[in-house]
T-cell receptor
Framework: DAKTTQPPSMDCAEGRAANLPCNHS???????VYWYRQIHSQGPQYIIH???NNETNEMASLIITEDRKSSTLILPHATLRDTAVYYC??????????????FGQGTTLQVKP | DAGVIQSPRHEVTEMGQEVTLRCKPI?????LFWYRQTMMRGLELLIY????????DSGMPEDRFSAKMPNASFSTLKIQPSEPRDSAVYFC??????????FGPGTRLTVL
């Protein structure tokens, strides 16, 4: 059980911001939100993660709602190379949950010229 | 930094043959994971190791599958005997601590 809900697909125009939503209404207080992406024929790639504060790195921004029941991954200026499947995963840190990344079906983002 | 290395990248074999997939994790990482990806089932965790010790093999589909990690720099996933339904892309990943996993390029296995 993935514990997250994502739209199966989205389109975005090149150069525009891509906003990928994720619902995780049953998230627990100690669970983080992780985002990975998988470009065709490659292994998944870590993007960003957060607990309750918004996060930003060189790849993306993560906006988590105050009640933590949903989040949005933002790619500020999407390029054709950002076309991929994006996975939203919730997971607690700590030894009792070590290793368990449960990948759902993700969102297929198509960036169009 | 070479990243996670997997070999072979492609494997085509006949039903009933033994298949061995290999993985070299990133140096210094203490966790190693094996995943399988198919169109029908998506990306599934098969087994993972911590400091070369198997921690959770609940995702291993059946006794035909086995995995070993004889040292910190090498792991194998073996299928014996192989079946057509084992056809998939097999990914190896490693991490330092249990947080951020780095994936290899995968091995595409086709069992005829």
């Amino acid at each position: 059980d993935a514990k997250t809900t994502q739209p199966p697909s989205m389109d975005c125009a090149e150069g525009r911001a891509a906003n990928l939503p994720c619902n995780h209404s049953t998230i627990s207080g100690n669970e983080y939100v992780y985002w990975y992406r998988q470009i065709h024929s490659q292994g998944p790639q870590y993007i960003i993660h957060g607990l309750k504060n918004n996060e930003t790195n060189e790849m993306a921004s993560l906006i988590i709602t105050e009640d933590r029941k949903s989040s949005t991954l933002i790619l500020p200026h999407a390029t054709l190379r950002d076309t991929a499947v994006y996975y939203c995963i919730v997971r607690a840190s700590g030894s009792s949950n070590t290793g368990k990344l449960i990948f759902g079906q993700g969102t297929t983002l198509q960036v169009k010229p | 930094d070479a990243g996670v290395i997997q070999s072979p990248r492609h494997e085509v074999t006949e039903m009933g043959q033994e298949v061995t997939l290999r993985c070299k994790p990133i140096s210094g990482h203490d966790y190693l994971f094996w995943y399988r990806q198919t169109m029908m089932r998506g990306l599934e965790l098969l087994i993972y190791f911590n400091n070369n010790v198997p921690i959770d093999d609940s995702g291993m589909p059946e006794d035909r599958f086995s995995a070993k990690m004889p040292n910190a720099s090498f792991s194998t996933l073996k299928i014996q005997p192989s079946e057509p339904r084992d056809s998939a892309v097999y990914f190896c990943a490693s991490s330092f601590g249990d947080v951020l996993q780095f994936f290899g390029p995968g091995t595409r296995l086709t069992v005829l």
